[in-house]
């Protein structure tokens, strides 16, 4: 078992995941599964090579600044569960 | 500050450039819209949205490299820093971090210890704004105002070579002019425009190693900072003193209480798992872009201020005052070149008259009362006799009130200035004969009464007579 | 020959020679739809008034003499795609009422060609999935057989193109999503190159790897869709600014003369040996028809599933960070405080391998792992880019199975993950190298269709059409239809 139950926690901490108990316990067997599995890629020799991010070596084209968006809010925040006076509400944000 | 401790910070100044669309989408980014009326799909964070970047705020970067003497990266990337916070839509922050567009640069300040020295520039990049939280007014909710997200930040980070809260208030005003002079940004504080967070720490004289070092976040002031660093550095030398140890967290000065206190104890340590932005592809620039940006570099403050001491002749201070920021050199280099006045005189008014009238009324050069045509055309009203500098004054405040050109004013009010001789013999005559006293002392050899004499004509006259010829008339009359 | 067995390029002559209407066409698909899907479950939504009303204009603008390359031609796309004013789910209980306020550049240009769309289809939960089975909408069926799995993530696309329900269906394809289920019912389905087409408002799975691509029953159809799909968007940074060839103009050249590539490793002891058979089987049909094949070395390729599994999820765990119940989406109820409406909201809201392949990215990019995760993962990725890159200096395509055997029974590997990432074993090296692959049906194993991998270079979409349609004119794999839909 290459991943144990806190770490499983700590990770599901940082993606943001709530899980059971049991969820956990599947979590950490399946997980351990999953790395097992990548980490023959440990026995490749790498040395040397770059990182490939993109299938396709091409630079980033940039756009010109103009402004070419209008006001949608009422449009885009249908989709929002709770809405007050034009802001998105979430549980109170503790600075 | 306490002799035996040094001090050493370094800024992470965020300047928000000055384009029209955000940096990755065309969203307009004004300040002060309607909550969310700037917040489109990309800012949103709509499924399935992709962003483009805004080839502005490249051209804006590669100024800023250029002007602070930094090495242009000929190829950039974007990565994206993952972590949840209701003001960031998309659960991760665009930012750079392995290969900035702007690294190495400097700049020189002249040290809160009187010395000049040089401050290094880590490095400079791009990233985009997150959105606010709004905490009042919605009981146990926080509004979300998604407006500024996505509008575009040049992240400066400089060096620890920063060695008092004056050295940091110094570089970050010498930054704020640079960019102003650049145009890349409003630089402006109370909107958010310019903000600047500190890693603070202290060691013991002499010692190599850094202290612990904590980060005081969104500093918007100048006044702010100097005051929030120099609390933070008591805070740490009275722990250590004490025999406690320094923590390095983020904390949050407070103004009101005039405090620095730690931001909420994450419960897990920041892990923002970055990796490269597989939507955006490595930002390439070619070397002619950059020659062609580099051509449209401004005149900078230093060079501005060597050039003011070397051409016209003016102390370093002043120059120092009239270059620091852009608009007000012009200001004063538009009347140096339309008056007869000299220079110096022309840096004394605008220093110093139009320099009071504007702090007293809380006003910016460019929103002057007086243009630099007029106050060219008042100096030149003094050069050439036609009124004295001190009533000169009186026709500057009122054309600052607004009561008109300094031609209808002087002719309204009658200031005028008397250069006829005759006229100015009769009123010496008079003051020479009510003060007999006074004569038979400067006869005696008293000479420095002249000042007593001059003075008594000048308040006869309401201050209209020539002073040059008052004087010389004195001395004939007196011997 | 009843209309839902007509292919693209059939219904298209049927309309212009004024055979049917397109809103009759429609009709009658939306009819089929509505009686045998009930069997597939390869629908989530049916537009049925969005559709006929889209063929009504399609008819109006034919009789006015303007046709776009699918004018009046009834299509499906995969719920990955965002449709403005239409609930657009990506298989997921946390889109579950998603309108999406905008079109996808796909559906605009799908739309702007005249094509009617019946719907959306089903796929597995944001295209994490390679049986359908992590639908929050729950399992396709295959039509071949209705206890087998139609493979995914695009199987509502495939399944529904292989029952004759629509000509044809868009897909995404981000380690073989187009490709394995075609081959697993018998359709074609092509994954064009990296930047081929856009991919904004299409639901990112994993930005890197991610490419929209078709499944038709021909290779010419296929040609017709990709000819409409491709080009260059400038709302993707990572479209290409290349012009789109006129796909249906080379696919009638012969295939004489063409090197084809067999890599020793596509053959390993992983292939079932029926499925070998059929694909020997095809490769001779080939060189029958001219071509010439040359063994090939792709020293790295058994390397791509595992340099995929950490890939994909990374950034998967990134792409879907923006689901949290604020803007759009599931929110949890009665959250306590922000960070358990992000947690529940979250936890609630995705499925057991969504979340799996989340946690997989985020322990493979965190502090401590990303070197040997991530960025190990990156330089083996250019290693396997760097086979493909030598291999085609001496060949114009490499062909070899698509998957490693035929359909396999829903619910078989369901408990095991890694059982069920190795189906990806042929397909995902394309999407590692941003390569165009497509799968074509070249058999039956136990009356389920085997599929024939092609995979060409950069922008190497002629010659895969071209090979492929050449071999659809010597064969009729792709004619057969399944019992139970005929």
Known sequence: MSLNKNQAQHIAMLARLKLSDDEYAESVEKLSKIIDFVDQLSAVDTTDIIPMAHPLAAAQRLRPDDVTEVDNRDHYQQNANEVVDGLYLVPKVLE | MRADWEVVIGLEIHVQLATKSKIFSGSPTAYGADPNTQANLVDLGYPGVLPVLNKEVVRMAILFGLAVNATVARRSVFARKNYFYPDLPKGYQISQLELPIVESGEIHITGGDGIEKRIGITRAHLEEDAGKSIHEGFNASSGIDLNRAGTPLLEIVSEPDLRSAKDATTYMKKIHSIVHYLEISDGNMQEGSFRCDANVSVRPLGQKELGTRTELKNLNSFRYIEKAINIEVERQIDLIEDGRKVVQETRLYDSDKDETRSMRSKEEANDYRYFPDPDLLPVEISDEYIEIVRATMPELPDAKQARFIAEYELKSDDAAILTASRFLATFYEDIVKATDATAQVAANWVIGDLGGALNRDGLDIGDSKISSDELAGLLDKIHDNTISGKIAKQVFEAIWDGEGSADDIIESKGLKQITDGSAIELVVDKIVASNPTQVAEYKAGKDKLIGFFVGRVMQETKGQANPIQVNQILKDKLK | ?486
């Open chain 3, 1 to 486: 020959m009843d209309i839902y067995h007509q292919t693209l390029a059939e219904l298209c002559v049927g309309l212009e020679k004024g055979d049917f209407t397109s809103v009759e066409l429609t009709q009658s698909l939306l009819d089929r739809v509505a009686v045998e899907d009930k069997r597939l479950n390869s629908f989530i939504t049916i537009t049925a008034t969005e559709a006929l009303a889209a063929a009504a204009s399609a008819d109006e603008a034919r009789a006015n003499g303007n046709t776009g390359a699918l004018n009046g031609l009834p299509i499906v796309h995969k719920d990955i795609f965002c449709t403005k004013g239409v609930k657009t789910t990506c298989g997921s209980k946390m889109l579950d009422n998603f309108i999406s306020p905008y079109s996808a550049t796909v559906v605009k240009k799908i739309a702007n060609a005249g094509a009617v769309v019946l719907g959306k289809c089903n796929m597995d939960e944001f295209a994490m999935g390679s049986s359908n089975e992590t639908s929050f909408f729950g399992p396709v069926r295959n039509p071949w057989n209705l206890e087998c799995t139609p493979g995914g993530s695009s199987g509502g696309s495939a399944a529904s193109v292989a029952a004759r329900l629509v000509p044809a269906a868009t897909g995404t394809d981000t380690g073989g999503s187009i490709r394995q289920p075609a081959a697993l019912t018998g359709t074609v389905g092509l994954k064009p190159t990296y930047g081929r087409v856009s991919r904004y408002g299409m639901i990112a799975f994993a930005s890197s790897l991610d490419q929209a691509g078709m499944i038709t029953r021909s290779v010419e159809d296929a040609a017709r869709m990709l000819g409409v799909m491709a080009g260059f968007d400038k709302r993707d940074s990572t479209s290409i600014n290349q012009a789109v060839p006129d796909y249906l103009a080379s696919i009638g050249k012969s295939i004489k003369g063409l090197r084809i590539g067999i890599a020793r490793q596509h053959f390993d002891e992983g292939l079932d040996e029926r499925t070998r058979t059929k694909v020997k089987d095809a490769i001779s049909v080939l060189e029958s028809m001219g071509a010439t094949t040359i063994e090939i070395d792709l020293p790295n390729i058994n390397l791509s599933v595992p340099t995929y599994y950490v890939v994909a999820p990374a950034e998967c765990s990134s792409n879907l960070s923006r689901f949290d119940g604020v803007r759009f989406g599931y929110r949890a109820e009665n959250a306590e405080d922000l960070l358990d409406l992000y947690c529940r909201s979250r936890g609630e809201g995705f499925g057991d391998e969504v979340k799996r392949r989340i946690m997989t990215g985020a322990y493979v990019l965190s502090a401590g792992y990303y070197d040997a995760y991530y960025i190990k993962a990156q330089q083996v990725r250019q290693l396997i880019a760097d086979d493909f890159k030598e291999a085609f200096f001496n060949v114009d395509l490499i062909v070899g199975p698509t998957t490693p055997s035929p359909a396999f029974k829903l619910g078989d590997k369901v408990d095991d993950p890694i059982q069920m990432y190795l189906n990806d074993i042929y397909t995902v090296g394309a999407n590692l190298a941003g390569l165009p692959a497509m799968s074509i049906p070249c058999g039956f194993v136990n009356d389920m269709p085997v599929g024939l991998h092609l995979v060409g270079p950069h922008f190497g979409e002629e010659v895969l059409l071209r090979c492929g349609h050449q071999y659809q004119q010597e064969t009729d794999w792709h004619m057969a239809c399944p019992e139970a839909f005929k």
